[in-house]
């Protein structure tokens, strides 16, 4: 009977374990066999389960190493630096702004943000581009001007991830900051606190959650990036801005390795895990 | 001077000081989205910002064609609409039970969920195309809008439990007396009590998928069911030169729905938007 209960009431959620696991946990497993097999896209009737051996190819493998450290540069520069820095500061200033200026920012930011990926990485292409508004105000400005996509394309992409993300950081900042109560930051100023250290010793302390579950979104989000990168660099010149998704994708499809690229995956797959496991321990009281 | 004189001239100081600081940011950040709509009207756009000389309509007369901007566009709503559809529907029954009834198996779902919100997607579209050549959903619309559904479910769920939550039971409970079905008071209590909640599951999700280019780009292979996300890309390379004034009418065309969306909704919640509330937990 009881049973019975319990099996009427779940009722409602079999479409969706039904397309989270055929869709969802499917792949992920799937991935999990691949990796261990020489898998390849074509003139291969079987493929042959081969251990770690992808393993071992990707740590020895230049290129792969390469990407691994682009990802961690890309991610170190535009998600940890970036993102997360100016989206606390557009918030902290946002409290004392006006409220046009703070309107106009807001909504400027946010359609970076709102924009679809191949549209922010078009317009960040075009931005950066050697006949580009960049150079263009270098040259006014009597700067040197140089070819960015070529000089420094993980400089270039990282500074779109930036332009593209900061939003979301910027959101969680705002409604972080909104719920320190007023007392307490006026008391401080009262007693001659001044801004930095009101915001080192009050306002940081009081919204490390907030900080630790941005960081670990940023991450998440900035680890999965490849449209932006794709649309500007495609990874190149070279693969001086292939990330480990684009080099992922290289391999499997335009060497026709998908045992290796899928090997990439699972470690993206893992590293994505680690991250997630830990957000959700930032959490674990709220659930 | 009194202490709170001081502090409020201070205080009008720092506005200005903060008003200066955001302005400078905003240039910063405006002059790629200067770049695209000024552009999109400059006869002769080139790849700096400039002010154009003279203003078209040219660019979107030459783009709103069907094979350029009207069929991308209408894969991409059949793609996203499908793909949205379905996630609301499947979001809000599996919602239902985790909100309303007590089980000991809500946490570990409710967990796992969460923990799959955060998975890197990216990470499995390889072995996902694999999968679907395998099962013969490669280049199908259904596979990509079945794909879009479970990839966009788990965050899904995860918002629509939060927002069912804030629906009192005892509403409920009175229809449960009259002998109303789980089914029933979720289509006529609970949905339309949580129509804001619903709205923005609805247009988060679609704004998602509308932006989306990995997912079509790998799972998709033939021209004509391409979405805009992709085709977008046939600016470059296929055609000869690039007419930058023409790839930006189409990015503004593009663009313009999920903004409106997202100012729609944004609009009916106050600024912070409902992430703040996923964000939380």
């Not at chain 1, 042959?48 to 493998?61: H, I, P, Q, Y």
């Not at chain 1, 508004?133 to 000089?151: C, E, S």
């Not at chain 1, 684009?246 to 991250?275: D, H, N, P, R, W």
């Not at chain 2, 955001?22 to 400059?42: E, G, Q, T």
Request: aromatic fraction near 10%.
């Amino acid at each position: 009977m009881r049973l019975r209960r319990t099996l009427t009431r779940a009722l409602p959620l079999t479409p969706a374990v039904a397309l989270l696991l055929l869709f969802l946990a499917g792949p992920i497993a799937y991935c999990a066999y691949i990796a261990f097999t020489d898998l390849q896209l074509t003139g291969q009737a079987h493929s042959s389960f081969v251990g770690l051996e992808n393993f071992r190819t990707a740590f020895k493998d230049d290129a792969f190493l390469n990407a691994v450290w682009l990802t961690l540069v890309f991610t170190v520069l535009s998600s940890l630096v970036g993102q997360n820095t100016l989206g606390l500061a557009l918030a902290s200033l946002m409290q004392r702004a006006s409220k046009p200026v703070r309107t106009v920012v807001g909504g400027i930011v946010i359609t970076a943000w709102v924009l679809p990926e191949v549209v922010a990485g078009f317009l960040l292409y075009a931005f950066f581009r050697r006949e580009g508004t960049l150079n263009a105000i270098l040259d006014w400005l009597h700067l040197p001007t140089q070819n960015w996509l070529f000089t420094l394309p993980i400089l270039a992409v990282s500074f779109a991830n930036v332009w593209r993300g900061t939003a979301f950081s910027m959101l969680v900042y705002s409604a972080a900051l909104n719920e320190i109560p007023k007392e307490i930051t006026e008391a401080a100023e009262v007693d001659g606190a001044g801004g930095w250290r009101r915001m080192w010793h009050i306002t940081l302390p009081m919204i490390r959650r907030s900080i630790g579950t941005n960081l670990m979104l940023n991450t998440l989000q900035t680890l999965s990036v490849f449209g932006l990168i794709w649309v500007m660099t495609r990874g190149g010149p070279g693969n001086r801005s292939q990330t480990l998704p684009l080099f992922m994708y290289e391999q499997a499809f335009q060497k026709s390795m998908i045992g290796y690229g899928t090997a990439v995956a699972l470690l993206l797959l893992v590293v994505g895990s680690l991250f997630s496991l830990v957000y959700m321990r930032l959490l674990r009281t709220e659930v | 001077m009194p202490v709170r004189t001081r502090l409020r001239s201070r205080r009008t100081g720092r506005r200005l000081a903060a008003d200066a600081g955001l302005l400078v940011v905003a240039a910063a950040f405006v002059l790629p989205l200067a770049w695209v709509i000024l552009s999109a009207l400059d006869p002769h756009a080139g790849l700096r910002v400039q002010v154009p000389d003279g203003l078209t309509l040219d660019n979107f007369d030459a783009v709103l064609k069907p094979d350029i901007t009207y069929t991308p566009l209408l894969n991409s709503l059949i793609l996203c609409g499908g793909g949205t559809l379905l996630t609301v529907v499947c979001a809000a029954l599996a919602a239902y039970p985790l909100s309303r009834f007590r089980s000991r198996l809500n946490r570990p779902f409710l967990l796992t969920i969460l923990f799959a919100t955060c998975l890197p997607i990216t990470a499995i579209m390889v072995p996902v195309y694999a999968l679907f050549v395998r099962v013969n959903l490669i280049d199908t619309v259904q596979g990509t809008i079945f794909f879009f559904a479970a990839s966009q479910l788990p965050f899904a769920i995860w918002l629509m439990k939060n927002f069912m939550d804030g629906v009192p039971k005892e509403l409920e409970e009175a229809a449960w007396t009259d002998g109303a079905s789980s089914l029933q008071s979720l289509v006529r209590i609970v949905l339309p009590l949580m129509g804001p909640g619903v709205a923005v599951v609805t247009v988060f999700s679609f704004v998602m998928m509308w932006g989306n280019f990995f997912v079509p780009f790998m799972l998709l292979l033939t021209p004509d069911q391409m979405p805009a996300s992709v085709s977008i890309n046939d600016f470059f390379g296929n055609r000869g030169t690039v007419v930058y004034g023409q790839l930006a009418a189409f990015s503004v065309i593009y663009s313009t729905p999920v903004i409106l969306l997202y100012v729609l909704v944004a609009r009916r919640l106050g600024g912070g938007f409902a992430l703040g509330g996923a964000v939380k937990g």
